[in-house]
């Protein structure tokens, strides 16, 4: 075949309706914002009449969602879920997901596994812990990665480059870019500690408790986050579910980092 034909056949195989979602989906995913379908029109130069249809069925699959005191869409969970899916996902949770386990049960409360995704977190994983109670987010949960106690935990450990991308693309969901002051201090306590141990700046009576998970080429790829419950009456338990979490996600980072080696992705 030559590189004169492939425009012929491709346009002979094409497919209207599924490009147009796709084209949907993809400007979410670029703009980073609720859009209204107004603005969906706008951004991809076609009529509101041309991506009702479309709209509304990709809104009945679940990958996108409406709010509706603005009527503007925003990517929804189902993408979210099929990522999940990807060979890298699973390589990461099939690693931590024991590990998520064990510490539920060794220290009673609920670690997330955390992800950055375009400049915000995403939990990916989860175990609910404790024995009468347990204080646990949704899949999908995220915040901007500045601001949360786990995004902190990775872009902590991560090139320049990719430290200055991440940065960029959490300033992207803020109106006013964080004080980069602030940042820099909590990036080297991190640094300098290996973990993050501080008040919920989210939620009040929680205590964050977070420590990186590194990939083979000595970067954090995720981390575990812990919303410590701390309860009246009881010993402090922090100490130790600290200590149990960095045995943890040791033990994570070292599976893949073999993992990868063994496939010969990296060395």
């Not at 603005?39 to 509304?56: D, P, S, Y």
């Not at 996902?89 to 510490?103: G, K, N, V």
């Not at 995704?117 to 990665?145: I, K, Q």
Request: proline share 5%.
């Amino acid at each position: 075949m030559t590189e004169r034909t492939k425009p012929e056949r491709t346009a002979s195989y094409s497919a209207p309706a599924l490009i147009k979602g796709l084209d949907i989906l993809e400007l979410l995913a670029e703009r980073r914002q609720d859009l209204t379908m107004k603005e969906i029109a706008e951004g991809l130069g076609r009529t509101k009449n041309e991506l009702f249809r479309m709209i509304v069925a990709l809104q009945e699959r679940g990958y996108i969602q409406r709010n509706p005191d603005t009527d503007a869409f925003s990517l929804g969970e189902r993408l979210f879920k099929l990522g999940l899916h990807a060979p890298s996902s699973q390589d990461l949770l099939t690693a931590a997901m024991p590990e998520l386990e064990f510490i539920a049960a060794e220290c009673g409360q609920s670690p997330h596994l955390v992800v950055l995704a375009s400049g915000r977190t995403v939990v990916t994983a989860a175990v609910p812990g404790g024995e009468d109670m347990s204080f646990t987010l949704h899949l999908g949960y995220g915040r901007v990665a500045t601001d949360a106690t786990s995004g902190i935990a990775i872009l902590a450990f991560q090139s320049d480059a990719m430290l200055q991308r991440g940065l960029a693309e959490a300033d992207a969901h803020l109106t006013e870019p964080m004080d980069r002051a602030v940042l820099a201090d909590r990036l080297k306590t991190v640094r300098e500690q290996g973990y993050w141990m501080r008040d919920s700046s989210d939620f009040i009576g929680i205590t964050d408790i977070c420590c990186p998970i590194f990939g083979p080429q000595g970067t954090a790829v995720a981390s575990i986050v812990i919303p410590f419950v701390n309860r009246h009456n009881r010993p402090d338990g922090r100490p130790h579910t600290l200590e149990v979490m960095q045995k943890a996600c040791g033990r994570i980072s070292e599976k893949l980092s073999n993992r990868i080696n063994r496939t010969g992705i990296a060395d």
